[in-house]
């Protein structure tokens, strides 16, 4: 059972570099976000998606883009990577409909230096 | 904007020892509200609350939800070490895209 599966687990990038955070899922969800997760703090959403071709912005969009091409995937963008941007990093998936649990991939942890 | 508070921010204990997790929310157009178990890594799911005052129940774990006064609260009893984890609150609005979490309650329960 593969779930949400995120790549890399870890990364490093020098400031200025730009990466993109893979993330796919297998169970058909049509709805996907992007968290990153501070040290001692909760989550924050990035950027969402409610079905292939849509995407929105979250709380903290800025510095980062996506796109979502397919139902399975939803990559996460980083151009001109910042120390701001280290964090751990979460693709989440759900049923949507405000009443469905969200299942998360095992995280991407990203500094940035 | 959306807010969510948890706490207390950590919390130690001792096994054996009874917890109480506290979420208060301001939140418009609210859905749900979930609380999440996070270990070492990704969040997992252990109750999702739409409706006042029923209680949710798993093993040494329940929660409730209180929409008038906006909060919830979770409980674990008979607290064991693998119940060291950060505990989320999280509160979904009618855009289903939209969630927002607290920042956690910390929990280490020693030997």
């Known amino acids: 059972n593969a779930g949400v599966t995120q790549t890399p687990k870890f990364r490093i990038l020098k400031i200025g570099q730009s990466m993109t955070l893979q993330c796919t899922q297998d169970?058909?969800?049509?709805?996907m976000y992007w968290y990153r997760q501070d040290p001692g703090m909760g989550l924050k959403l990035i950027y969402y998606s409610v079905g292939a071709g849509i995407t929105d912005k979250g709380e903290v969009p800025n510095g980062y883009n996506v796109s979502r091409s397919t139902t399975e995937d939803f990559p996460l963008r980083l151009e001109l990577a910042a120390p701001s941007q280290t964090s751990v990093y979460f693709c989440?998936?759900?049923?949507?409909?405000?009443?469905?649990?969200?299942?998360f991939g095992q995280g991407t942890r990203l500094t940035v230096v | 904007e959306d807010k969510v508070v948890q706490s207390p921010l950590s919390l130690v204990v001792h096994e054996g020892d009874t917890v109480t997790l506290n979420c208060s929310y301001e939140v418009t157009n609210f859905r749900s509200l979930l609380w999440y178990k996070q270990e070492k890594k990704a969040p997992t799911f252990l109750f999702m609350l739409?409706?006042?005052?029923i209680e949710k129940k798993s093993g040494r774990l329940s929660s409730i939800l209180d929409k008038k006064e906006l909060f919830s609260i979770l409980n674990i009893t008979a607290t064991q070490t693998g119940d060291s984890a950060i505990y989320l609150c999280a509160v979904l609005n009618t855009n289903a895209g939209k969630s927002t979490f607290g920042d956690g309650t910390t929990l280490t329960v020693k030997p």
């Open positions: 169970m058909n969800h049509n709805y």
């Open positions: 989440a998936s759900s049923t949507g409909g405000g009443r469905a649990e969200a299942f």
């Open positions: 739409t409706s006042s005052g």
